[in-house]
């Protein structure tokens, strides 16, 4: 009797698990995709940010590349983990390049904390088998 109300326990959290994939991933896939579409803008925001940085602008437009293609494979659940590493490398850089040029820790966190759910995003969920 137990077991059986814990496997049903476990179906419905699978569910929810799946939900809200989903979710992160449609909230994700559009903030990298407009992001990354911005950053073909020459003289747009992030053109000044990357030449603060001392970034050339063809790294500025590869960033934009990257962003926009993860944005798209995270939601497609075949190619979602190579756009979670893809995006999660992206945001490595983005949180060294934010420390070494003297960013406030929110800001890194928020960065570290987009990094660790594309990573989780795109490992731990594919092993549980709540990807598809």
Not at 11 to 19: A, G, V
Not at 24 to 45: E, H, L, P
Request: charged share 15%; with cysteine; net charge positive.
């Amino acid at each position: 009797m137990l077991q059986k109300q814990f496997e049903i326990l476990r179906s419905k959290l699978t569910n929810i698990q799946f939900i809200l994939l989903w979710l992160m991933c449609a909230y994700y896939a559009q903030s990298f995709i407009r992001n990354g579409v911005r950053k073909f803008d020459i003289d747009g925001f992030w053109s000044n940010a990357f030449e603060r940085w001392g970034y050339p602008t063809w790294f500025m437009v590869l960033i934009g590349v990257f962003e926009t293609f993860g944005g798209i494979a995270i939601l497609i659940p075949k190619i979602r983990p190579y756009g979670g590493i893809v995006l999660s490398v992206v945001m490595l850089g983005a949180l060294i390049t934010r420390l070494i040029h003297g960013v406030g820790w929110g800001d890194a966190t928020y960065i570290a904390f987009f990094m660790i759910s594309m990573l989780y995003m795109t490992t731990y969920l594919k092993k549980a088998g709540i990807t598809s």
